[in-house]
């Protein structure tokens, strides 16, 4: 049993790598106004490490009451895509009891519900709390009906609206607020072996990947940049996310020159701290990179950057007027996205390097 001397917070938000990023600045909004109160997370398994750190102990980089888990006090993982591929066995139903009889033991004031689903909403529930807040009109629209709050955000960008249901905890006005991420130690000397602090070649991070293929940009439209980089006498590094490693593969043997890596979630983030500039279409990695502050490039096509764009740093955002809002997963790109041209990224590139320089 827990003590009422502690304002009690639950966050449901178990994915993705991208969404997680943009409900951070909401959440350290809350930690920054109410340093005593217990902010506990739910997340899926894969993506813990954007919220707590591998190692023992953090290095000192980077703003946070606690380096290795600058955010959240406790987590819990909820592993929903192991439970939907095996709904009615076993190991799903003893997960999902043991969950409900944690999330029940931990008291909790209130649960925030930042994914606006009906899975997030229903995980929320199990918590047997009697204030469960979400959007008005959340992602799911049947997860409404789970909230006991409810609050119209107003926001054109999501972590904007994030912000706003955050506000609605304590009746703050909350403002978006660089989000801390944690800094782990084995992964920061990793990134030594690799980018050592006395370079003075910058270093920029591509990541060609995207979530379904309409969003992709062609691998031969990222080596030509890539090439063009090289030529500025820039150090050009291609992340090889999960299934994406023949993608960086493709880039880095047509460039030349150019390095692929295959980082762990929790090296990405140390990685991306170091360089000057990130290009990628509309992914994670380019959500990290802004969450971390650094200059990007976003490559955008079928998805709406006023919505879930750059945020909080210095970017040029690529983007057709042909294109329009379409989250159908096809798999070839979309014709806007198919008339961005590679000196289009690089010209870009070039303006936020300079302003890099300069400041």
Not at 137 to 148: G, K, S
Not at 272 to 282: E, H, K, P, S, Y
Request: hydrophobic share 40%; proline share 6%; charged share 25%.
């Amino acid at each position: 049993m827990h003590t009422r001397s502690k304002f009690r917070l639950l966050v449901v938000r178990l994915g993705a790598m991208g969404d997680i990023l943009h409900a951070l600045p909401a959440a350290t909004a809350l930690r920054q106004a109410h340093p005593g109160w217990v902010i506990d997370w739910v997340v899926e398994p894969r993506w813990r490490a954007l919220l707590a750190a591998d190692s023992a102990s953090g290095s000192g980089i980077g703003a946070g009451r606690n380096a290795t888990r600058p955010v959240a006090d406790e987590l819990y993982l909820a592993p929903t895509r192991d439970w939907r591929k095996s709904p009615l066995s076993a190991k799903t139903f003893h997960e999902i009891r043991a969950l409900r009889r944690t999330l029940r033991a931990g008291e909790y004031d209130a649960v925030i519900d930042l994914q606006g689903a009906v899975r997030s909403a229903v995980i929320g529930k199990m918590a047997g709390c009697r204030r469960l807040i979400g959007e008005d009109e959340p992602r799911e629209r049947a997860a409404r009906w789970l909230f006991t709050d409810r609050v119209k955000t107003h926001g054109a960008h999501v972590i904007e609206q994030d912000v706003e249901l955050a506000s609605a905890v304590a009746g703050d006005d909350l403002q978006p607020t660089a989000p801390w991420l944690p800094v782990d130690s084995a992964a920061e000397t990793w990134v030594d072996g690799i980018l050592r602090r006395e370079d003075s070649q910058p270093a920029v991070l591509i990541n060609p990947g995207a979530g379904w293929g309409a969003k992709r940009w062609p691998a031969d439209r990222y080596a030509a940049v890539a090439r063009g980089l090289i030529d500025r006498g820039m150090r050009v590094l291609v992340n090889a996310g999960p299934g994406e490693e023949q993608l960086a593969e493709a880039i880095v043997e047509s460039a030349g020159g150019a390095v692929a890596l295959k980082c762990t979630l929790g090296q990405l983030i140390a990685l991306t701290r170091r360089v000057a500039l990130a290009i990628a279409g509309d992914t994670g990695p380019l959500h990290l990179a802004c969450a971390l502050g650094r200059p990007v490039v976003g490559i955008y096509g079928p998805t709406d950057p006023r919505r879930n764009g750059p945020f909080g740093t210095r970017f040029r955002v690529l983007r057709s007027p042909e294109s329009r809002r379409d989250h159908t997963r096809h798999e070839a790109p979309e014709a806007g996205l198919m008339t961005i041209a590679p000196e289009n990224v690089l010209r870009a590139a070039d303006e936020l390097l300079r302003e890099e320089t300069s400041r």
